[in-house]
């Protein structure tokens, strides 16, 4: 049973538009959210991230909007860069269980083009 | 620079053999993890340890062992008995948080095992 899902596979954007990738979750629990960010053949970046008593976080291009009544939350990149182009992860962990593990969805692969 | 190396990049492995990856940090972080990546799967605990000498098993533990004598080093093996083992394989690695912000992995660069 997948607790963090990642519903689109892959998403194309137009270089200088918004990119935004979704992710759901079912463990109500879950309380910290973070995207990473992987190219091909290396490890995942961290790239930002958001604790379930806020709503927003911003870092420069890169927002995260978290709606905990839906258990959804969304990165928007904007302006999209083709160096953008890379899987996108989305991990949450449940800080009370004392395992600091993350949980992460399947990804999505964003293709920014020029 | 402060890190996480993983070595070797690229293994082969024949069928019946176990075979180890390592994974070295020094950024003095107390939690080790290891997942397994496959395409269209995402990133898959297998174990993770929290202190040295000590270690839990992920969800996928079953036919992996791991060791953690020092801080530093999170050896992964892989035995004969995992029936796929054709995968990439990423190390991680946190500090025990003391709050919610100090959650970040840093992860390696991976290794790419095939059986052959």
């Known amino acids: 049973d997948q607790q963090v899902k990642q519903n689109s596979p892959s998403l194309s954007v137009q270089e200088g538009r918004i990119s935004i990738l979704n992710c759901d979750y079912t463990?109500?629990?879950?309380?910290?959210f973070l995207w990473y960010k992987k190219y091909p053949a290396e490890g995942p970046t961290f790239l930002i991230s958001?604790?379930?008593?806020?709503d927003k976080n911003e870092d420069g291009r890169f927002t995260v909007f978290l709606n905990k009544s839906a258990k959804h939350l969304s990165l928007h990149i904007v302006p999209s860069q083709p160096g953008d182009s890379a899987v996108y992860f989305c991990a949450a962990s449940d800080s009370g269980a004392g395992s600091y593990q993350l949980t992460f969805g399947k990804g999505t692969k964003l293709s920014v083009i020029p | 620079d402060g890190g996480i190396t993983q070595s070797p990049k690229y293994l082969f492995r024949k069928e019946g053999q176990n075979v180890t990856l390592s994974c070295e940090q020094n950024?003095?972080?107390?939690?080790m993890y290891w997942y397994r990546q496959d395409p269209g799967q995402g990133l898959r605990l297998i174990y993770y340890?929290?202190?040295?000498?000590?270690?839990q098993k992920g969800d996928i533990a079953e036919g992996y062992s791991v060791s953690r004598e020092k801080k530093e080093s999170f050896p992964l093996t892989v035995t004969s008995a995992q029936k796929n083992p054709t995968a990439f394989y990423l190390c991680a690695s946190s500090i025990v948080p003391g709050h919610p912000g100090d959650y970040g992995y840093t992860f390696g660069s991976g290794t790419r095992l095939t059986v052959v």
């Open positions: 950024l003095n972080h107390d939690a």
């Open positions: 340890s929290q202190i040295v000498n000590d270690f």
């Open positions: 463990n109500s629990m879950f309380d910290y």
């Open positions: 958001i604790s379930s008593i806020k």
